[in-house]
């Protein structure tokens, strides 16, 4: 895994680039915050659906909640980037809605829409 800084609006914002997937439980997402905040001195976290296990999307799982909860608690902010659309699920698509319309975390199609979410 490696992390790369990208700064807008004096804000800075952490992209996380792997070859393989980095997020698989919360213990891991919790890594890669504090992988970030240690390497790009931020809390701003961009990162790639590829690199998110799919349990994650499956919210019956408990994954999402649980990683989310523990980014709120750290003060971490979240913009994943890629392809949403193939999901049907109306529970997933609503946890999206919703998640758009904060300010912590946020789905979208592509790193320059995270980023813009992220430094605004």
Do not use: W
């Amino acid at each position: 895994m490696t992390t790369e800084k990208i700064e807008n609006n004096n804000i800075i914002c952490a992209v996380i680039k792997s070859d393989e997937k980095v997020i698989t439980d919360a213990q891991s997402a919790l890594d890669v915050l504090m992988s970030a905040k240690y390497e790009a001195g931020t809390k701003n976290i961009i990162i790639d659906k590829k690199l998110i296990t799919e349990d994650f999307f499956m919210l019956s799982s408990g994954l999402a909640g649980e990683i989310l909860q523990k980014y709120v608690n750290y003060g971490g902010r979240l913009a994943i980037y890629g392809d949403f659309t193939h999901y049907t699920s109306k529970p997933l698509k609503d946890f999206i809605y919703e998640s758009n319309q904060g300010n912590d975390v946020f789905f979208v199609p592509t790193i320059e829409e995270a980023v813009e979410m992220l430094t605004r």
